[in-house]
C-alpha cells in the first residue's frame, strides 16, 4: 500500500489524485442505492462518482466484483474499463 501511495504522489507518474467534491457523495449513494444488491459502500461509490463527474472511465482497481458491473453516466450505461 505505502508503494501504491508513493507512486499516486510522484510527479513522475500518470496517477492523479482527485479531492472528493460534495456532490460526489450525493452521487456515490444514488449509486449505492441504484446498485443495491452488490453493496457498494461509500469508497466504491466515491471512485465510480469521481470517474463519472472527470468522465475518466479507466481507474485502476483490484474490485473486479463490484466494478465491473457499475455502469456510470447519465443514463448508466458507460462502463468503467478496469486496469490493471
Not at 483490484?62 to 457499475?70: A, E, L, N, Y
Request: proline share 6%.
Amino acid at each position: 500500500m505505502r508503494k501504491l501511495v508513493a507512486e499516486i504522489f510522484d510527479s513522475g507518474t500518470r496517477y492523479e489524485y482527485e479531492p472528493p467534491a460534495p456532490s460526489d457523495i450525493v452521487r456515490a449513494l444514488e449509486l449505492d442505492a441504484r446498485f443495491k444488491d452488490l453493496g457498494l459502500g461509500l469508497v466504491d461509490g466515491m471512485v465510480a462518482s469521481i470517474a463519472e463527474r472527470r468522465q475518466i472511465y479507466r481507474i485502476l482497481t483490484t474490485d473486479r466484483r463490484d466494478f465491473s458491473v457499475i455502469r456510470v453516466g447519465p443514463r448508466l450505461t458507460r462502463a468503467l474499463e478496469l486496469v490493471p
